[in-house]
């Protein structure tokens, strides 16, 4: 087994600082107290202000406690910060695939869709933010349950509905395919959810990896699929590269 | 090899590099803040070497992003807020004190002064503006009058004067060493130093604002810029330049006489386009040039809102009720409805339609029961409205209703509010494929300009719709919101007339 990783320690021990008396210290002050090369201290801050842990006053230059450290279990990002944050990207996946473009997180068991960017053919179509879509039966939804534990862990409990005749039903088999997403890094659906309709989707992270979202498109069967009934390679790769732009933007900020 | 075009989008609150491909799709996104110094109340300044330094970062990240160099690169266009300007030492290229932001009102005192004096209506008919802290001129005589020594240097022709496309021109093409000083005609036609009529800096104007000819570039049509850039990243063609409004209303394609966009960013900014005509507006509304590709320009006519994305922001920071501002958005939908609440938001007194320097911003309809949730409403509730109040004037200059409005800029990201927009104007409201209108504008000119797209009718083609908010809310419930909202109006200025600085 690895030993402890000294970065850690070092970082529980700067938000230990923080947390007990005035709560407010300069830079020089925390390395001092630690024992830490300021170099080193500035290092771990940075790292901490990133992931929201620790706040910067912009008129001290002191550091506390960030606001994200109080509510961890809760949200780690807002839905309409997403949407802010993705819309260049959901626009430009749109316009590459030709599909419709949704945003997804989890909410209650569902899919909420967060953003959606219509179809670039300007056919009539209506806007579906604030629409829930079943976990099972959708690419977004297969994402969201393919890196969340408790998630996938309440989907085997519950009966799994079935809206068409190739929406998947058994748990088993649920679990293999979001093995199998895990594994390549994108989910997949035809017919599952609507006759004649299929998706893609693909996951989107926070710095650390923790996936927050997913991103997709959804059209019909025989555009997003191949003879075979797999989804078209360059769909896929198209839909990644959304994703991994998204993700990009999600860790560019400061 | 795959070729491309960059936009440079020079805003109030970021500097931006876009890189498009033919199908004005977008390929790499690079920004950057700059700082905003507010040294005294209402005083808003910027550092334009800041900005300078954020292009020479964000242009190289583009192309690092697009995976692309710069050969590839056929044009990049320039674009950008508008009305600010910066004084610099033609010799070494070195600012003289900040550039002062369109949103100072350091000049109101001035303003009423020159509005005292003979010739007034004379300037609103040659430049299509009233007079207002809002634009260069005032600044521009504002700095004369106060930087010691300056004017003298400035009549020696040792100083250069330019609104940021300018800046940015001369710079990327040389700065000292031979740089261009041009601007485009969309640019100078916000200082109040241009006829509309000739597009030429007038004789006229210049001497009602004592402001010497030798420190104003030359006016070129938007897609005649034709400079090379020497730094930053060498041998790019900058083909063409136009404010950032009207780079939107290019990048949105509205092309035809009639058709209206409105930009959502730090302000809101809705222009319509009146073709051949300079139409002079009898109910608030500014006369501009919407762009000029070749020979005839075509103007348009601008209702704007100072503040718009800006109360976010003041929420955000001012109040510090949320972190970042999509979650107003968030905090908004914990409650149903304002709660009686309404902000009229006059930071630099009101724009369109009422042209109202004095009046300041207020908060009414506080009872007990208002919690931040009803703010939130309020905060973007002012956008909406003041939207209402634009397009008022607009069908009412028209004699015709606007029939749907096509939206861009980063507050149409807000759900909320772009359906409270198509709510309170009764018209659905439509969002373009592109969020990023004003660069993708920029673009257009600069590929127009350097024969990447072949003409107007080929980038029409290009405009998709990504989303469409239509009209929901009951109209008893509308009229008599919107009665609310004018008397809240009314009572900025009530508190204006009451200052002692009238
Ligand atoms: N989801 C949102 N809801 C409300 N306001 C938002 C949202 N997202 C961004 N904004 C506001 O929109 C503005 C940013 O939009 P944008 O990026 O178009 O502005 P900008 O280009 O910097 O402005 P300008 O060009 O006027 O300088 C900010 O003022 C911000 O407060
Ligand atoms: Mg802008």
Same mark, same amino acid.
């Given at each position: ?17 923080l947390?007990r008396?005035?709560g407010?210290?300069?830079?020089t ?14 290092g771990?801050?940075r ?14 230059g002191?550091?506390r406690?960030g ?14 910060e ?9 626009d430009?996946?749109?316009? &590459? ?16 869709v967060?953003h959606?960017?219509? &179809? ?5 179509? /209506? ?10 039966a959708?690419a ?6 393919a ?12 009966e799994?509905?079935?809206?068409? &005749?190739? /929406?998947?039903t ?9 093995t ?5 890094g994108?989910?997949g ?7 004649g ?5 693909a ?15 959804s ?14 390679? /360059?769909?896929? &790769?198209q ?16 | ?11 109030t609150t970021?500097t931006r ?29 910027q ?14 990240? %583009?192309l690092?992003?697009a ?7 056929v044009?990049m266009?320039i674009?950008?807020q508008?009305?600010?300007f ?20 350091? $000049? ?10 003979p010739?007034?209506?004379?300037v609103?008919?040659?430049?299509g ?10 600044s ?13 240097? %400035?009549?020696?022709?040792?100083v ?11 710079n990327? $093409?040389?700065? #000292? ?7 485009d ?15 030429q800096?007038?004789p ?7 402001v ?13 810029i034709?400079? #090379? ?7 790019i ?9 009207h ?5 949105? $394609?509205?092309?035809?006489k009639g058709?209206?966009k ?13 073709g051949d005509?300079?139409v002079r507006?009898k ?7 919407g ?6 320009p075509?103007?348009?006519?601008e209702g704007s ?17 949320i ?8 905090l ?6 304002n709660?009686?609440?309404?902000? #009229? ?11 109202l ?9 506080? $009872? ?7 703010l939130?409403?309020? #905060?973007?509730?002012?956008t909406?409205w003041?939207t ?7 069908? %009412? ?8 409005l ?5 507050m ?8 409270f927009?198509?709510?309170?104007l ?6 373009p ?8 504008? %920029? ?25 469409r908010?239509?009209?929901v ?9 919107y ?16 200052s002692?600085?009238?």
């Open positions: 087994m690895p030993g402890p990783i000294q970065s850690i320690e070092r970082a529980a021990a700067v938000l230990r600082l947390a008396g005035s407010h210290h300069g830079l002050e925390i390395a001092d107290s630690l024992g830490l090369a300021r170099g080193t201290a500035h771990i801050l790292t901490l202000q990133r992931v929201e842990f620790v706040e910067q006053d912009p008129a001290t002191r550091y406690l606001a994200a450290l109080l509510h961890l279990g809760t949200s780690y990002l807002d839905a309409n997403l949407r802010s944050r993705s819309i260049n990207w959901a430009t996946l749109a316009a &590459r695939s030709g599909q419709e473009v949704r945003i997804g997180m989890h909410h209650d068991g569902a899919v909420l967060v959606h960017v219509f &179809r670039p053919d300007d056919s009539v179509q /209506t806007l579906g933010i604030g629409a829930m879509l079943p976990l099972h959708t977004l939804g297969k994402v969201l349950l890196y969340d534990p408790d998630l996938s862990a309440a989907a085997r409990r519950r799994l509905t079935s809206l068409t &005749r190739r /929406t998947i058994r748990t088993q088999m649920l679990e293999r395919v979001l199998e997403v895990r594994g390549q994108w989910a659906e035809a017919e599952e959810y609507m006759p309709e299929a998706s893609i989707a996951p989107i992270r926070i710095p650390g990896g923790l996936v927050v979202g997913a991103i997709g498109i059209g019909a069967a025989d555009r997003l699929c191949d003879s075979a009934g797999r989804p078209r390679a /360059t769909l896929v &790769r839909v990644v590269q959304a994703a991994e732009a998204v993700t990009t933007s999600l860790v560019d900020e400061n | 090899m795959q070729r491309f075009v960059m936009a440079i989008d020079q805003g970021s590099c876009i890189v498009f491909d033919q199908n004005a799709r977008l390929v790499a996104v690079a920004q950057r803040e700059h700082r905003q110094y507010h040294p005294r109340p209402g005083w808003v300044e550092d334009a070497v800041e900005i300078w330094r954020n292009v020479d970062r964000i242009v190289p990240q %583009a690092r992003q995976g692309i160099s710069a050969e590839q690169v044009a266009g674009t950008n508008r009305e600010t910066v004084l610099w030492d033609r010799h070494t290229g070195v600012p003289i004190g900040r550039a002062i932001v369109w949103e100072d009102i350091r $000049t109101e005192d001035l303003v009423a002064e020159l509005g005292r004096k010739g007034i209506e004379e609103r008919d040659r430049c503006l009233p007079l207002a802290t809002y634009f260069s001129a005032p521009l005589r504002w700095m004369l009058d106060n930087v010691a020594g300056l004017r003298a240097k %400035a009549e020696r022709g040792d250069l004067f330019g609104t940021m496309d300018t800046w940015l021109i001369w990327l $093409t040389g700065g #000292v060493n031979g740089g261009l000083h041009v601007t005609v969309t640019n100078a036609s916000r200082t109040m130093l241009m006829n509309l009529s000739t597009r800096w007038d006229m104007l210049l001497e009602f604002f004592g010497p000819a030798v420190v104003l570039p030359e006016i070129r049509p938007s897609t005649e034709s400079g #090379v850039t020497t730094r930053v990243v060498p041998g063609s900058i083909t063409a330049a136009l404010g950032d409004q780079a939107a209303l290019f990048g949105q $394609t509205c092309f035809e058709s209206i409105g930009t959502y960013g730090t302000g809101g900014f809705l222009l319509m386009n009146t005509e300079l507006s109910h608030g509304l500014l006369t501009t040039i762009y000029q590709i070749g020979g005839e075509a103007y348009a006519l809102i100072a503040v718009a994305g800006s109360l976010v922001q003041w929420f955000r920071d001012n109040l510090g009720l972190h970042s501002a999509p979650e107003i958005e968030t908004a939908r914990t409650v149903k409805d709660g009686g609440c309404y902000i #009229v938001p006059a930071f630099s007194g009101l724009f369109a339609p009422h042209w320097a004095q009046a300041r911003g207020l908060v009414v309809g506080l $009872t007990s029961y208002i919690n931040k949730g009803h939130a409403r309020a #905060v973007l509730e002012a909406g003041q209402r109040e634009v397009v008022d004037a607009m069908n %009412a200059d028209l004699g015709a209703p606007t029939p749907v096509k939206v861009d800029g980063g149409t990201a807000d759900h909320l509010l772009m359906q927009i198509s709510d309170v009764d018209i659905p409201v439509q969002r494929l592109v969020a990023e209108t004003v660069s993708l504008g %920029a673009a257009y000119a600069a590929g127009l300009a350097a024969g990447y797209w072949p003409d107007l009718e080929g980038l029409r083609r290009n405009w998709h719709l990504a989303a908010w239509n009209p809310m009951d109209a008893k419930y509308r009229e008599n919101e009665a609310n909202w004018k008397r809240a109006v009314e009572l900025t200025f009530a508190w204006a007339r009451s002692p600085s009238t």
